[in-house]
């Protein structure tokens, strides 16, 4: 097995210097079942924001975030089959499962029942005690957690899929968006525009709700058919029960009991932002015509996979701003204010080196 | 829906509140003639069900005046009209919550007339051609309906014990099929009341294991007795704790406010909370919803379709609801101890028994 680095160096946050910058930190040595990769591109999640400014409780340090990651296979343990050296790979939200429960037998390692293990910041083995994301120059990964990437797809595009993709994904192969469906997606982020894409190339009919006209012509260029003006009350009364599904991808607090009425019998809301709020649910809203608001959480390593081939044959990858990791820290402010169409992507091996400063 | 004013066949006594005041007093209300699809059956019983609360006392909107409330109802048939083919005079049968719909929208064409595009017409309170101008319900000697929203009860069941299955049944049991409960499922029933009892009854009928949660022990005895395996108090955290991720369905019957939160606790990964309570907003972590990929959902009596074969699963089954029977002049009486969930588990009204020109109703 060739040798590969075991320091490696990172973007991160550490418990003396909480702002994002150049340290070290060291992976694990790879075990008969590992994948060593060298890290291409990884895209900015606003997970990875919550993470690093701690919001989601308490962050364990060195933190290092990133879990939309692809990347070279560098070295593969001893029994590792699925992939050789020089494979393009990908790692997304999961590292790690129990592997036995019932969620992780139906291919739903992300509800494992005993907890999975999140590329950043979960309890592991690996030499820091927890495990290390994507902002770095390499990481070691069990390959029953890595995923193909097809040849055909640009790599940086898709680095975003396997966060960003997945979650909505997801969700709509699990309530089951088809073709002729119509869809609405709320909110046109890094999430939302996946959302379009998919429920678009699914054959489903897509509408894009927005507060503002602004984002109209991107609307229609990502393949929806139409925008609905949520603030215009004429257009949102003529939309009455127009949708089998409203894909909700804002996170920020707001009134999800308004847009049912835009839902036809037995519609749903799926709600992929995790807002920290509560969320207050009208009976009036979900009785009179059998609604189900739903939760979804990224999605399991098949359904991951089955995502990616997909979009290799359907050439579906995500609109990116592709960034040299020293502008880290201005990529999360301007992700803050949706200042960017759709998802930020840090240039991993053209950018991070002993010599980068994050800004 | 009809061209012309439906024609009024005759007069029959009701109970129902008017324009003067919301109390219920005893009425004379017209009822059309017996059309050629129609059915018209003298009423032995009517259930009473909190929606007929609300409406009377106009908790929902502006209610319509006279108002005759009643969707839980049971009698015999005494005249068919001429095209009529599924019912015969001396039959029993039943009305619930419906008494028409547009027939032709998706909803209609697919056993969900209670979601009709259109609006589907309630059993009271829905706007109607005829001399009245809305629909008047249960609460009353005799209704005149068409043979495809009357429902035939099997005859081994004891009628006063029927009525509620209109309602209070049909309402549980269309989302516990909806949602796929079957046997080996663990559902959890929450709020044992006239919902509640029937949730109870018929989930353990389907062959699941059932806990029940109610604010109150007082009740612990009645969930054993009607098939419950398990019952929490949902004020005892250490025993919501010990029931963690055991359920996969709740079927929430309460229309107080409560938290939503500690019962989805008790749900699996991929569980579901059934809403059936037109109460106020209740609060969700909209974190718990997405880390376990739960859904929250509501549901509204049934089809027409499935309201005859929850009836005929009770006639195998010989299911009826817990009911306390009672005359109408008791009705105010029964509606103030139903708030206070003082009965076991529906109050029914003694119709064919107790409502004639003589009744004194207002008190």
Same mark, same amino acid.
């Given at each position: 097995?060739?040798?590969?680095?075991?320091?490696?160096?990172?973007?991160?946050?550490?418990?003396?210097?909480?702002?994002?910058?150049?340290?070290?930190?060291?992976?694990?040595?790879?075990?008969?079942?590992?994948? !060593?990769?060298?890290?291409?591109?990884?895209?900015?999640?606003?997970? &990875?924001?919550?993470?690093?400014?701690?919001?989601?409780?308490?962050?364990?340090?060195?933190? =290092?975030?990133? !879990?939309?990651?692809?990347?070279? =296979?560098?070295?593969?343990?001893?029994?590792?089959?699925?992939?050789?050296?020089? &494979?393009?790979?990908?790692?997304?939200?999961?590292?790690?499962?129990?592997?036995?429960?019932?969620?992780?037998?139906?291919?739903?390692?992300?509800?494992?029942?005993?907890?999975?293990? +999140?590329?950043?910041?979960?309890?592991?083995?690996?030499?820091? +005690? !927890?495990?290390? +994301?994507?902002?770095?120059?390499?990481?070691?990964?069990?390959?029953?957690?890595?995923?193909?990437?097809?040849?055909?797809?640009?790599?940086?595009?898709?680095?975003?899929?396997?966060?960003?993709?997945?979650?909505?994904?997801?969700?709509? #192969?699990?309530?089951?968006?088809?073709?002729?469906?119509?869809?609405?997606?709320?909110?046109?982020?890094?999430?939302?525009?996946?959302?379009?894409?998919?429920?678009?190339?699914?054959?489903?009919?897509?509408?894009?709700?927005?507060?503002?006209?602004?984002?109209?012509? &991107?609307?229609?260029?990502?393949?929806?058919?139409?925008?609905?003006?949520?603030?215009?009350?004429?257009?949102?009364?003529?939309?009455?029960?127009?949708?089998?599904?409203?894909? &909700?991808?804002?996170?920020?607090?707001?009134?999800?009991?308004?847009?049912?009425?835009?839902?036809?019998?037995?519609?749903?809301?799926?709600?992929?932002?995790?807002?920290? #709020?509560?969320?207050?649910?009208?009976?009036?809203?979900?009785?009179?015509?059998?609604?189900?608001?739903?939760?979804?959480?990224?999605?399991?390593?098949?359904?991951?996979?089955?995502?990616?081939?997909?979009?290799?044959?359907?050439?579906?990858?995500?609109?990116?701003?592709?960034?040299?990791?020293?502008?880290?820290?201005?990529?999360?402010?301007?992700?803050? #204010?949706?200042?960017?169409?759709?998802?930020?992507?840090?240039?991993?091996?053209?950018?991070?080196? #002993?010599?980068?400063?994050?800004? | 829906?009809?061209?012309?004013?439906?024609?009024?066949?005759?007069?029959?006594?009701?109970?129902?509140?008017? %324009?003067?005041?919301?109390?219920? *007093?005893?009425?004379?209300?017209?009822?059309?003639?017996?059309?050629?699809?129609?059915? *018209?059956?003298?009423?032995?019983?009517?259930?009473?069900?909190?929606?007929? @609360? $609300?409406?009377? *006392?106009?908790?929902?909107?502006?209610?319509?005046?006279?108002?005759?409330?009643?969707? %839980?109802?049971?009698?015999?048939?005494?005249?068919?009209?001429?095209?009529?083919?599924?019912?015969?005079?001396?039959?029993?049968?039943?009305?619930?919550?419906?008494?028409?719909?547009?027939?032709?929208?998706?909803?209609?064409? $697919?056993?969900?007339?209670?979601?009709?595009?259109?609006?589907?017409?309630?059993?009271?309170?829905?706007?109607? /051609?005829?001399?009245?101008? $809305?629909?008047?319900?249960?609460?009353?000697?005799?209704?005149?309906?068409?043979?495809?929203?009357?429902?035939?009860?099997?005859?081994?069941?004891?009628?006063?014990?029927?009525?509620?299955?209109?309602?209070?049944?049909?309402?549980?049991?269309?989302?516990?099929?909806?949602?796929?409960?079957?046997?080996?499922?663990?559902?959890?029933?929450?709020?044992?009341?006239?919902?509640?009892?029937?949730?109870?009854?018929?989930?353990?009928?389907?062959?699941?294991?059932?806990?029940?949660?109610?604010?109150?022990?007082?009740?612990?005895?009645?969930?054993?007795?009607?098939?419950?395996?398990?019952?929490?108090?949902?004020?005892?955290?250490?025993?919501?704790?010990?029931?963690?991720?055991?359920?996969? @369905?709740?079927?929430?019957?309460?229309?107080?406010?409560?938290? @939503?939160?500690?019962?989805?606790?008790?749900?699996?990964?991929?569980?579901?909370?059934?809403?059936?309570?037109?109460?106020?907003?209740?609060?969700?972590?909209?974190?718990?919803?997405?880390?376990?990929?739960?859904?929250?959902?509501?549901?509204?009596?049934?089809?027409?379709?499935?309201?005859?074969?929850?009836?005929?699963?009770?006639?195998? $089954?010989?299911?009826?609801?817990?009911?306390?029977?009672?005359?109408? /002049?008791?009705? %105010?009486?029964?509606?103030? *101890?139903?708030?206070?969930?003082?009965?076991?588990?529906?109050?029914?009204?003694?119709?064919?028994?107790?409502?004639?020109?003589?009744?004194?109703?207002?008190?």
């Amino acid at each position: 097995m060739a040798s590969v680095n075991k320091q490696v160096y990172a973007i991160g946050i550490t418990d003396a210097h909480q702002k994002m910058h150049l340290i070290d930190i060291p992976l694990r040595p790879v075990g008969a079942h590992d994948v !060593h990769i060298k890290i291409q591109y990884c895209g900015i999640c606003h997970s &990875d924001l919550h993470h690093v400014k701690q919001e989601w409780g308490l962050t364990k340090f060195p933190a =290092v975030p990133g !879990h939309e990651i692809v990347g070279t =296979v560098s070295a593969v343990g001893s029994e590792v089959s699925k992939y050789k050296i020089g &494979d393009s790979v990908g790692v997304g939200c999961i590292v790690n499962s129990c592997r036995t429960c019932e969620e992780c037998s139906n291919n739903s390692e992300q509800y494992c029942d005993n907890g999975m293990t +999140g590329t950043y910041g979960a309890p592991s083995q690996d030499p820091l +005690g !927890h495990t290390c +994301g994507g902002y770095a120059e390499a990481i070691v990964v069990d390959e029953n957690y890595v995923l193909s990437i097809p040849a055909n797809l640009d790599l940086a595009a898709a680095a975003p899929l396997l966060c960003a993709g997945i979650t909505v994904w997801s969700p709509m #192969k699990y309530y089951g968006v088809k073709a002729g469906d119509s869809v609405a997606v709320l909110g046109l982020g890094g999430l939302g525009h996946m959302a379009v894409k998919f429920a678009a190339a699914l054959g489903a009919k897509v509408t894009v709700l927005s507060r503002s006209a602004g984002k109209t012509n &991107d609307a229609y260029r990502l393949g929806a058919t139409n925008v609905l003006i949520t603030t215009d009350k004429a257009a949102v009364a003529a939309a009455r029960k127009t949708f089998n599904f409203i894909i &909700d991808t804002v996170s920020a607090e707001h009134d999800l009991n308004a847009m049912t009425s835009l839902l036809k019998t037995d519609g749903s809301l799926i709600l992929v932002g995790a807002s920290p #709020k509560p969320l207050g649910l009208s009976p009036f809203a979900l009785i009179p015509k059998r609604i189900k608001i739903g939760g979804s959480m990224v999605g399991g390593i098949k359904e991951t996979q089955d995502m990616l081939d997909f979009c290799g044959a359907h050439n579906i990858t995500s609109d990116i701003e592709l960034i040299g990791v020293d502008k880290t820290e201005t990529a999360y402010e301007r992700m803050l #204010k949706s200042d960017v169409k759709f998802r930020f992507v840090l240039d991993i091996a053209g950018s991070l080196n #002993k010599d980068v400063v994050v800004e | 829906m009809f061209t012309k004013q439906l024609p009024t066949g005759e007069k029959v006594c009701a109970i129902g509140t008017t %324009e003067t005041d919301q109390k219920l *007093r005893l009425i004379e209300i017209p009822r059309r003639k017996v059309g050629t699809k129609d059915v *018209r059956i003298q009423i032995q019983y009517a259930g009473i069900c909190h929606s007929d @609360l $609300h409406s009377s *006392r106009q908790e929902w909107g502006k209610t319509q005046m006279p108002n005759v409330p009643g969707h %839980e109802i049971v009698g015999f048939v005494t005249a068919v009209g001429s095209q009529v083919s599924k019912f015969k005079v001396g039959d029993i049968a039943g009305v619930g919550n419906f008494v028409n719909s547009c027939g032709s929208c998706n909803e209609c064409s $697919h056993d969900m007339v209670q979601y009709c595009v259109e609006g589907v017409v309630f059993t009271y309170g829905s706007p109607v /051609n005829d001399e009245v101008g $809305h629909t008047l319900g249960g609460y009353s000697e005799a209704i005149v309906v068409n043979e495809d929203y009357v429902f035939s009860i099997p005859k081994n069941l004891s009628l006063a014990g029927v009525a509620p299955l209109l309602c209070a049944g049909i309402t549980v049991w269309s989302p516990m099929k909806h949602f796929g409960v079957k046997t080996g499922d663990h559902v959890g029933v929450l709020g044992l009341g006239g919902l509640g009892h029937m949730a109870v009854k018929l989930a353990v009928a389907l062959g699941a294991k059932v806990t029940v949660l109610s604010h109150s022990s007082k009740k612990s005895d009645d969930a054993y007795r009607l098939g419950a395996s398990n019952f929490i108090v949902t004020s005892d955290t250490k025993a919501l704790s010990a029931a963690d991720r055991t359920l996969d @369905l709740v079927i929430d019957t309460v229309w107080a406010p409560h938290d @939503l939160n500690g019962i989805s606790k008790l749900l699996q990964t991929d569980g579901t909370i059934v809403i059936l309570g037109m109460g106020k907003t209740l609060e969700i972590s909209p974190t718990t919803m997405v880390f376990k990929r739960i859904k929250v959902a509501g549901s509204l009596v049934g089809g027409l379709k499935e309201t005859q074969e929850m009836l005929d699963f009770c006639g195998k $089954h010989n299911i009826t609801s817990d009911i306390e029977l009672v005359s109408v /002049n008791q009705t %105010e009486k029964a509606w103030d *101890r139903m708030l206070k969930s003082d009965v076991k588990f529906r109050f029914v009204l003694d119709i064919a028994g107790t409502l004639n020109k003589e009744a004194i109703v207002a008190v």
